[in-house]
């Protein structure tokens, strides 16, 4: 029997929709929430939109319209992780601009200069280059602190399977020989920033998502339910022997509200 929540996070890719493909069930889903007036969050680690794009990508092509109060990001959750321990300090970004955009906005100052960077702040960066990288070890090994969006390892294309977030991340522990703060799924900063913005205690929100490493993961390290749909990355064959979702349903159209 199915627990009764007063809310959900809701992951996107894999849960939502899939790349550029829809998943009808999850939109259903969806319209069901905003009719019956129930709390949701999309909970995401992808940083390369602010609110704002992201509620238009949610509605064209995917037909979903929602307001940007639905929106937590792993970029979100940086800058308000910024705000509350490095106010006022300089930052080196490895991101796309969407990140950008909105620490500049938060009242931060960003640089390229070795001597200022206080915090190094690294996200997915399409237009990464070497001299990027060699100034945050640089700026790490001399005391600098290492903050991490996200540590997803690859994102999905059309060309199949490209490095995301995390494997810069990767090449930075293994230049610096530091471990970064990371902020998205499965670590609980995103999730405590969350838990926040819908007003909610953990014990009456559920977890939806799609990956069990991140989404997953992140609910049950968190202590809080989690329901795995099998509509993305995850299956229940790649899950055995490993500590279980509340529930695992092969669709949206499975739960009831």
Not at 208 to 235: E, H, K, P, Q, R
């Amino acid at each position: 029997m199915q627990k009764a929540y007063k809310g959900y996070l809701i992951d996107l890719d894999g849960t939502v929709y899939m790349g550029k493909n829809r998943i009808p069930t999850a939109e259903v889903f969806i319209e069901e929430l905003k009719c019956k007036g129930v709390p949701f969050l999309f909970l995401t680690n992808n940083a390369t939109r602010t609110a704002p794009e992201q509620v238009k990508h949610l509605a064209s092509p995917y037909g979903i319209t929602v307001g940007e109060k639905a929106i937590y990001t792993s970029g979100m959750a940086t800058v308000d992780y910024l705000l509350t321990h490095y106010a006022g300090q300089t930052l080196f970004v490895i991101s796309e601009p969407a990140l950008k955009e909105q620490l500049l906005s938060a009242g931060f100052t960003l640089t390229d200069q070795l001597a200022e960077i206080d915090v190094v702040v690294q996200s997915y960066c399409k237009t990464l280059i070497y001299e990027d990288l060699a100034k945050a070890t640089l700026a790490i090994h001399d005391g600098a602190d290492f903050i991490v969006t996200n540590e997803d390892s690859n994102l999905p294309s059309e060309r199949g399977m490209v490095p995301g977030s995390g494997a810069t991340t990767a090449y930075l522990k293994a230049a610096t020989g530091k471990e970064p703060i990371i902020i998205g799924k499965p670590h609980h900063i995103i999730m405590d920033g969350a838990l926040e913005k819908i007003g909610l205690l953990k014990e009456e929100v559920a977890l939806i998502g799609d990956n069990y490493t991140t989404d997953i993961l992140a609910g049950i390290n968190y202590g809080m339910d989690t329901i795995m749909v099998l509509t993305g990355f995850s299956s229940r064959e790649s899950i055995v022997g490993k500590e279980q979702p509340a529930y695992i349903i092969n669709d949206l159209s499975e739960w009831t509200l």
